[in-house]
C-alpha cells in the first residue's frame, strides 16, 4: 500500500535515527508537529454564492528559529500532506543551516477556477483566520505550488492592517517593490543549478551536453528548464498537469515558457515534432538528469525499477518515496535530496526577510554569490559525510539537518 507523505516523512526519520544512533525519545518527538491549525474559510464568489474552504497552517518544529515554509493552493491538499512538508521545511533550514524551523500551509482549493477578486479574498480570510500563529518571529509563509508574489502581497497587506502598520517580513516572495528580494522568484532553479553542477564536478561528469527531463513547468522545473537550456543541455520532456510534451532534439524552452507564462496548458501547444506524453511516461524517459519538480511521491515503488537516468535532482519536496529510495541506490542512480537541492528558494528567503528586518537591500549579485556560497558548503558538507560513511545522499543529508535540531532540543532542554 503507497504511504501517504506524512507516513514517508516519518519512515525517512526511522531510516536516519537508526543509522546514526539517535535517542529514542527524540525520535518520538520529531515525528510529531508542534501545532497544526485547522481553518474554515468561507469565501463570497462573484455571483453571489458562498463557498467554503479548508486550510491548514503547520509548525512542525521552531527550535532553531521562527517557522518558515510555503503555502499552497491545491485540490488535493490535506492535513497530512501539510504535515509532512512542514517537517520537510525543518530539516531543509536546518541542513542550510539556517535560523528557521519547519513550518507549511495549504488551502484546498483549485486557484484556476477562482476569478482574481475570488482569489483574494480567499487569500485575505486565510490570513486572518491565522493571523496568531503567523508573524516575522513565528511563521514566516512564501509562495509554493501555485501560489505566487501577488498572493504574498495580499497576506502581507491583510497583516499589517490587523497590527495597524507595515510588517513586511511577514511573508516572503513578495513583489520587490513592496519589500520582496531581488532573485527570489528563480532562487530555487538557481540552487538546483548550483547543486547539479556541484554534484557533477564531484562526478566528473560535464552536464553541459546532458539530455534532460523535467516533471513540472511552474516556478521550479520552468526556471531549471530555462537555465540547463541555455548552458546547451537538450531538454527532451517537461510537464504540467495537463500532461507533458516530448522531443528527441530537445524542446525549445523558451517557446514554451512564453506559452505557460500567458496562462496556457503544455498539452495545447502546437508543434508536430512534439509527441504528447503522460506524466508517468516522462518518468520512464532514458536521460541523464531526470528532474522531478511537481509534487510528492511521484517516484515509488512501482515505477522505480523503469528509471533510466544517472541522477535524479529533486526539485519538488519528497517526490520519491523511502521504497524506491533502496531502488533507485541498487540501479547505482544517484539522489541529490529535496532539503539539498531545492534549498534555494528558502535561502532567498532567509535573505528577503533579513532585508526585511533591516529595510536594507541587496543587489542581485550578492544575492546570488551567497545563495552559491550557502548551496555548495551544504553540499560540501553532505557530500562528504555520505562518502565517509558510504549512505546515500539523502541519508547525510538528514543526519546532517536532524544533528542540528538534536542539538539545539539538548540545549533549550524540555520545558517545563
Ligand atoms: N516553498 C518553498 C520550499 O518548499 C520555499 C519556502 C520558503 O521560502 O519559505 O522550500
Request: proline content about 3%; overall charge positive.
Given at each position: 500500500m503507497e504511504l501517504t507523505p506524512f507516513e514517508v516523512a516519518k519512515k525517512q526519520i526511522d531510516v536516519v535515527a537508526e543509522e546514526m544512533g539517535l535517542d529514542p525519545n527524540l525520535t518520538k518527538y520529531l515525528k510529531r508537529v508542534e501545532r497544526a491549525l485547522i481553518v474554515t474559510i468561507p469565501v463570497r464568489m462573484d455571483d453571489g454564492s458562498l463557498e467554503i474552504f479548508e486550510g491548514y497552517r503547520v509548525h512542525h518544529s521552531t527550535v532553531r528559529g521562527p517557522g518558515k515554509g510555503g503555502l499552497r493552493y491545491s485540490p488535493e491538499v490535506n492535513l497530512d500532506e501539510v504535515k509532512a512538508l512542514a517537517i520537510w521545511m525543518t530539516w531543509k533550514c536546518s541542513l542550510l543551516n539556517l535560523p528557521l524551523g519547519g513550518a507549511k500551509g495549504g488551502v484546498c482549493v483549485d486557484p484556476r477556477k477562482l476569478s482574481k477578486r475570488e482569489l483574494e479574498r480567499l487569500t485575505r480570510r486565510y490570513t486572518s483566520e491565522i493571523i496568531n500563529i503567523i508573524g516575522p518571529d513565528i511563521d514566516i509563509p512564501a509562495p509554493d505550488v501555485n501560489t505566487n508574489a501577488q498572493i504574498m502581497a495580499w497576506i502581507m497587506d491583510t497583516y499589517s492592517m490587523n497590527?495597524?502598520?507595515?510588517?513586511?517580513?511577514?511573508?516572503?516572495?513578495?513583489?520587490?517593490?513592496?519589500?520582496?528580494?531581488?532573485?527570489?522568484?528563480?532562487?530555487?532553479?538557481?540552487?538546483?543549478?548550483?547543486?547539479?553542477?556541484?554534484?557533477?564536478?564531484?562526478?566528473?561528469?560535464?552536464?553541459?551536453?546532458?539530455?534532460?527531463?523535467?516533471?513540472?513547468?511552474?516556478?521550479?522545473?520552468?526556471?531549471?528548464?530555462?537555465l540547463l537550456f541555455k548552458e546547451g543541455c537538450k531538454v527532451l520532456a517537461v510537464s504540467d498537469i495537463s500532461g507533458g510534451l516530448y522531443y528527441s532534439e530537445g524542446l525549445e524552452i523558451e517557446k514554451l515558457l512564453k506559452w505557460t507564462k500567458e496562462g496556457n496548458y503544455l498539452k495545447d501547444y502546437t508543434d508536430e515534432r512534439y509527441d504528447l506524453i503522460t506524466n508517468e511516461e516522462l518518468l520512464s524517459i532514458e536521460c541523464d538528469v531526470l528532474i522531478p519538480a511537481a509534487l510528492e511521491n511521484q517516484i515509488t515503488e512501482k515505477n522505480a525499477n523503469d528509471i533510466k537516468c544517472k541522477i535524479i535532482l529533486e526539485g519538488a519536496n519528497g517526490p520519491v518515496t523511502p521504497e524506491a529510495d533502496k531502488i533507485l541506490l541498487n540501479k547505482g542512480i544517484h539522489v541529490i535530496p529535496d532539503i539539498l537541492a531545492n534549498g534555494g528558494g528558502v535561502c532567498v528567503s532567509y535573505f528577503e526577510y533579513v532585508q526585511d528586518i533591516r529595510a536594507y537591500f541587496w543587489e542581485l549579485d550578492r544575492i546570488n554569490r551567497e545563495l552559491k556560497k550557502i548551496m555548495l558548503k551544504a553540499f560540501e558538507e553532505v557530500y562528504e559525510l555520505s562518502k565517509e560513511r558510504n549512505i546515500p545522499l539523502r541519508t547525510a543529508a538528514y543526519i546532517i539537518a536532524i544533528s542540528r535540531i538534536a542539538k539545539a532540543i539538548e540545549l533549550r532542554g524540555i520545558f517545563p
Open positions: 497590527k495597524g502598520r507595515s510588517v513586511p517580513g511577514v511573508v516572503t516572495g513578495k513583489p520587490i517593490e513592496i519589500g520582496g528580494s531581488v532573485g527570489r522568484e528563480s532562487a530555487t532553479g538557481m540552487g538546483l543549478y548550483y547543486t547539479l553542477e556541484a554534484m557533477c564536478e564531484k562526478l566528473n561528469l560535464d552536464f553541459k551536453s546532458y539530455k534532460i527531463v523535467i516533471q513540472g513547468f511552474g516556478n521550479v522545473g520552468g526556471t531549471i528548464a530555462e
